[in-house]
C-alpha cells in the first residue's frame, strides 16, 4: 500500500480513453484516494465553449431556438459553441454569434469564465457581453445546427429565467451577470 498523501490529494496511478470525437473526450482515470482505496473515475474533457449576451439597440438580448439531444427537446440559449485550437474564447464568442445569428459583436467584453461541471468535466465556460449589430456576412449555422434566431426583451429573458424557460446554465449565469452589472436596472452596452 502506498503511503497516506497528507495533503488529502488523489493520486492518478492510470488513464484510458474510452471515446474521443471533435468535441469532447472521455476517459476513465485509475485514482488512489488518501486512504488508499483505488476507484475509478469518469471525466468528460472539452476544450470549453464560449457564449455571448448580445444586446440589440432595442436591448433586446439575441437567443438561439435549438435541439438539445441529450434533453430530447428544444432549448433557449445564448450564441455560443466550442473554443476551436489557436482560437482565443473572445475569438469564439464573436464567430459563433456570427454563424448562428448573423449579427456581429461590438465592444465585446468577458463577462466571465467558469467550470461548468468540477466533479464531472474538464469544461470551462466563457461567457462574454457585446452591442448585436447586423452584419448578414455570416456563414451560418453548421449542418448539425437547426437554430432559429429569437430577440427577446432582456427583461422578459430574466422572467424566462425565473420562470424556469430558460435553464442552460451558461445562458442563465450570462443573463444573471449582464443584469447585475445594472444596480437594479437593465444596463446599456457600452
Known amino acids: 500500500m502506498l503511503p497516506f498523501v497528507e495533503d488529502g490529494s488523489w493520486r492518478t496511478f492510470g488513464r484510458e480513453y474510452v471515446y474521443r470525437s ?15 482505496q483505488r476507484i475509478e473515475y469518469g471525466v468528460l474533457e472539452s476544450g470549453g465553449f464560449a457564449a ?12 438561439v431556438r435549438q435541439w438539445r439531444q441529450p434533453l430530447g427537446a428544444f432549448t433557449l440559449e445564448l450564441p455560443s459553441g466550442g473554443v476551436d485550437a489557436g482560437e482565443s474564447a473572445a475569438e469564439a464568442a464573436g464567430r459563433e454569434l456570427l454563424e448562428e445569428t448573423g449579427y456581429g459583436a461590438e465592444g465585446l467584453e468577458r463577462l466571465t469564465s467558469v467550470h461548468t461541471s468540477t466533479g464531472r468535466s474538464t469544461e470551462v465556460g466563457h461567457v462574454f457581453r457585446c452591442r448585436a449589430v447586423r452584419d448578414g456576412r455570416g456563414p451560418g449555422p453548421e449542418p448539425t445546427e437547426f437554430i432559429r434566431v429569437v430577440e ?7 422572467a424566462m429565467v425565473r420562470d424556469g424557460r430558460i435553464t442552460d446554465a451558461a445562458t442563465v449565469l450570462g443573463l444573471l451577470w449582464e443584469a447585475g452589472r445594472g444596480a437594479g436596472g437593465v444596463p446599456p452596452v457600452d
Do not use: I
Open 152 to 158: 427577446v426583451p432582456f427583461g422578459e429573458a430574466l
Open 22 to 36: 471533435p468535441w469532447c473526450s472521455f476517459r476513465v482515470d485509475g485514482v488512489e484516494l488518501p486512504g488508499g
Open 52 to 63: 455571448v449576451v448580445a444586446l440589440t439597440e432595442e436591448n433586446e438580448v439575441v437567443l
